[in-house]
């Protein structure tokens, strides 16, 4: 076992971990955070990613110790008193269905409106490739991202 | 009689409207309740060990080294729950004569399939039970795989089970076939390969059951409760009164969680050998294993058609992969396309066989359209040919044969009835927003100056059947359920109204859609409304959320419901306004006698009827009312879709450059879902043309186990979509809806790959096996080359 400080979603946690666990199950399992979805076991769907240190990282290809000492900030810390632009843009474009790829679809959406504000469709299309949405087809996605890139989300 | 064909405008009220879900404020803040979030004290993990083999003979299951491991509660193998664990049921035994063979939900004697479940885990925490998994000693005695569908059909083949590999042969016919093709000027026959999908929704399976005493609690990520708790209570004895189950959030289904499945049983199973409440949830790997497949058909389609391109008749001979075991209506889905292969035309004669198979593979079972994607690419892709067989334009023959607008009500030859349907509205609305005749000059140019790359154009005209179905003639077609929808719509005391539907929304935006049928029935704030669904507690009957039924069932019983309490409000109003019943008006949510005057509101009858003080005599206190609705027929939503797909001939690259969808679903509740529901059907047609297929090697063994090898599309890989309605209203239900949810899937598929067709034709190409991969596209245009210039050559085309 492998003593752990995490601060997830602006809380500090110190815990005792296998050495093995991954970042997705100790969020899950001992910290409680259940928004945060698993969908694959190859890092392929993006359905786990969060905000480490501020960047977006695919939690099950994360260990719970790499994350020793960081800031991690899941779809549960995003609104802030009220909803985040991203989670307003994606109920206003109607850009979720199940819902279940929608935690990590707008934490990698925030990271990409970070290092580009003003992403054409095309580049949010390239910057979400990691994240595999079945119901939506994508346009509606892709449309919130530009919703909440006009709306300065970055800033 | 001529169906009335409108351009939607913005309603006057709720239906019809662009409203906002109700659902997304959980969804997007990760308040959700997926199966795998729940906790429960003394909660233990299970794991299950799956077969490594296609085919094998269990000789021998050592668990006591997993049962000696730390952390270990208990370890079973199929031996150990034969007794009890029953088999796992077909409700669509599509013949008489159909083969049924025993389905246990965890393997005994012999394993059928790489997944097959054949020991399982119980421990403190998932990773101690698949530590102990891998100690689990399983000694198998290989046995030949079986995995070519013709191959499996040999005399001399190895049996997957004992009675046989041919599962069931089902025929329709109408009209004189062999007349239709004597003589007939043009004949084509193609053989289309419908390759084997996984539906990959984005929540991979998970099951918990709590014991408590001789009662169960299940939680399931399926899109069934209703049906797992009667087919749970019929496979374990257990009785249906003593089992609540519960679908709470679901992360997509498309027909893959319309399904009993195996792990429910195991689950239930072994918290009732534990005494404490058991998880189980699948990895992604396992999902693509052990969750049912979709599609895996072998197709061979015959058109006998007149020089002018009018269609003689169609004959259709199938071959459909049921997999290792009869999944809970696999055998049934290859029927459902039996009734679409005809699809909009009209022609005299038309025969349909279906063979199903066993194979040593994963289970076959519904997928998003569930046969009727399958149908419609078979006769859109011939329409196809037979347009280029008789040099005309692909639209102007579907035209030529189409039912005309002023001609629905019409009987197709396959015995359905359409009620209604525009397919020269849509198609013109389509062409226009496609710029279709622009899009042909430009495919001429290029040939001309020998582009490298190719432009193509795709079209589909589709239909479909929604609205499962007339519980009577789901009986004549051998379904052991009927097709009934249940709603109960709850007008509490201070006048907000709870509505229990005993459809399952898994991502369709039920609360949301529901809330605006309620709200416009009984003229209360749409925000008033709840909506109780996926909990056999909390709504006691329903048949369940799929094929694209919710609306057109479940909708229509919710509109009775509200109806009935418009009926029993109206009794109370007269009461309090002292004014005759009939003399009432409802408007607005309130009741007026008709020459004017004083007003109730709906809120203010709800408090009448709970404060009781002054009730007509003999009335119950309440307006609470459910209804029950068997739907009629069937509806048939329709469509052109219109797709401009690049390819380049030097790499085989296909890029979708247009893609234009006008769809006729009837009347609208929600546009927004509406449009959903169009793109995200559309996303998956398209990953079947271009992008996936579920793959064995030799040995039986699934090669695309991950989703880095099975390639669910990403935005990266798939176009933006033009979106445009008709809207024909249904004429059999009374809010005019005809079904939203599988429509995108079934078209798009045939007007992406007509489309490369298109572009590669001149190139003597006439099919590529989906998913037309570059490399797939590639080797036939390579294979055409070699075979010279098609122009020098009689018959054009390599197959």
Request: net charge negative; aromatic share 6%.
């Amino acid at each position: 076992m492998a003593e752990i400080t995490v601060t997830v979603d602006g809380v500090s946690y110190v815990d005792h971990v296998e050495p093995r666990m991954l970042l997705v199950h100790y969020l899950r399992e001992v910290v409680g955070k259940t928004g945060t979805p698993i969908g694959c076991d190859t890092s392929n769907c993006g359905a786990c990613t969060v905000l480490m240190d501020g960047a977006s990282v695919k939690s099950c290809s994360v260990l719970a110790v790499q994350a020793d000492g960081a800031q991690i900030t899941t779809i549960e810390g995003m609104a802030n008193g009220e909803w985040h632009p991203l989670q307003r843009a994606f109920h206003e474009e109607h850009a979720l269905q199940c819902g279940y790829c929608t935690p990590g679809m707008i934490m990698a959406a925030a990271d990409l409106l970070k290092e580009n504000p003003h992403p054409s469709n095309q580049e949010i299309r390239d910057g979400l490739e990691g994240n595999l949405c079945r119901c939506t087809g994508y346009e509606n996605i892709v449309r919130a991202v530009r919703r909440a890139a006009e709306a300065g989300v970055s800033e | 009689m001529t169906t009335q064909t409108e351009t939607h405008e913005a309603p006057a009220g709720e239906l019809g409207k662009a409203r906002l879900r109700k659902e997304d404020d959980r969804l997007i803040t990760g308040q959700t309740s997926w199966t795998d979030n729940i906790t429960l004290p003394g909660l233990v993990h299970m794991a299950l060990l799956r077969s490594p083999y296609a085919h094998a003979r269990i000789t021998r299951v050592d668990l006591s080294a997993a049962r000696a491991q730390p952390g270990v509660i208990a370890a079973f193998a199929g031996a150990d729950l034969a007794d009890e664990q029953g088999s796992m049921p077909c409700v669509w035994p599509v013949t008489d004569d159909i083969v049924m063979p025993a389905y246990p939900p965890m393997a005994v004697d012999e394993v059928r399939y790489v997944g097959d479940a054949v020991a399982c885990v119980v421990a403190r925490d998932r990773y101690a039970a698949a530590d102990a998994l891998a100690t689990i000693d399983v000694d198998y005695e290989p046995l030949p795989p079986v995995l070519d569908m013709r191959a499996a059909l040999d005399e001399n083949s190895p049996k997957v089970h004992e009675a046989g590999n041919k599962c069931y042969e089902w025929t329709l016919a109408n009209g004189d076939i062999d007349a239709a093709f004597r003589d007939a000027p043009v004949v084509i026959e193609r053989d289309y390969v419908q390759q084997r999908l996984i539906p990959s929704p984005m929540e991979p399976r998970s099951v918990v059951c709590a014991p408590i005493g001789d009662e169960y609690t299940i939680w399931s990520a399926t899109q069934v409760p209703h049906i797992v708790r009667i087919l749970l209570s019929l496979v374990t004895g257990i009785g249906e009164h003593k089992l609540r189950v519960i679908a709470p959030d679901v992360g997509g289904g498309f027909g893959s969680k319309l399904e009993f499945i195996a792990e429910e049983v195991i689950t239930v199973l072994v918290a009732r050998r534990v005494g404490r409440p058991v998880k189980w949830t699948e990895s992604r790997s396992e999902s693509n294993m052990a969750s049912h497949h979709g599609r895996d058909q072998l197709q061979r389609i015959r058109i006998a058609a007149d020089r002018d391109g009018r269609i003689r008749g169609l004959s259709v001979d199938l071959l459909a992969n049921m997999g290792a075991y009869l999944k809970i209506v696999g055998p049934g889905i290859p029927l459902l396309g039996a009734f679409m292969y005809n699809a909009i035309y009209k022609m005299d004669a038309y025969s349909f066989r279906c063979t199903g198979v066993f194979t040593t593979t994963t289970p076959t079972d519904a997928y998003r359209g569930a046969g009727r994607p399958e149908a419609t690419y078979a006769i859109e892709r011939i329409m196809d040919e037979l347009a280029t067989e008789l040099g005309m334009d692909p639209l102007e023959v579907r035209e030529r044969n189409w039912i005309k607008h002023e001609e629905f009500p019409y009987t197709t030859i396959a015995g359905l009835t359409y009620d209604s349907g525009n397919y020269e509205a849509a198609t013109a609305k389509a062409k226009e927003l496609f710029r279709y005749d622009e899009l042909r000059r430009e495919q001429s140019e290029r040939i001309s100056r020998g582009d490298p790359v190719r432009l193509g154009i795709g079209v589909s005209t589709f239909t479909e059947m929604c609205g499962l179905a007339p519980s009577k003639l789901l009986g004549q077609l051998k379904y052991v359920a009927g097709g009934w929808e249940y709603a109960s719509i709850r007008v509490l005391p201070t006048g907000k109204v709870e509505v229990v539907t005993g459809t399952s929304a898994h991502g369709q935006g039920h609360e949301t859609a529901w809330s605006q049928i309620t709200a416009d029935a009984l003229g209360v704030p749409f925000e008033d409304v709840r909506v109780l669904h996926g909990d056999t507690l909390v709504a006691p009957k329903g048949m369940d959320t799929y094929g694209s039924r919710s609306v057109v069932v479940g909708g229509t019983a919710v509109h009775s419901a509200c109806l009935k309490v418009i009926e029993k409000a109206r009794a109370i109003a007269a009461k309090l306004l002292e004014a005759p019943p009939e003399e009432l008006e409802f408007t607005g949510g309130a009741f007026q006698a008709s020459g004017g005057g004083q007003s109730k509101t709906i809120q203010e009858i709800a408090f009448a009827a709970f404060d009781a003080h002054d009730l007509p005599d003999g009335m119950e206190p309440s307006l609470d009312s459910d209804s029950t609705i068997d739907p009629a027929n069937f509806s048939f939503p329709h469509g052109t879709h219109l797709c401009a797909a690049e390819v380049d001939t030097e790499t085989g690259m296909v890029t979708i450059r247009s893609y234009v969808a006008v769809d006729d679903v009837g009347k609208v509740v929600n546009p927004l879902i509406v449009e959903g529901q169009v793109h995200g059907g559309i996303a998956q047609g398209i990953a079947q043309a271009l992008y996936e297929e579920g793959v064995y090697d030799d040995a039986g063994n699934l090669l695309t186990t991950t989703l880095a090898d099975y390639l669910v599309p990403s935005a990266a890989d798939l176009p933006s979509y033009v979106t445009s309605r008709t809207e024909t209203p249904s004429t059999t239900n009374p809010l005019g809806v005809k079904g939203v949810g599988e429509a995108g899937t079934i078209a798009s598929t045939p007007a992406v790959v007509n489309a490369i067709i298109d572009a590669l034709r001149p190139l003597g190409i006439r099919d590529i096996t989906m998913p037309c991969t570059p490399e797939r596209v590639w080797r036939a245009i390579e294979s055409a080359r070699s075979l010279g210039d098609p122009s020098a050559r009689q018959n054009g085309g390599t197959a």
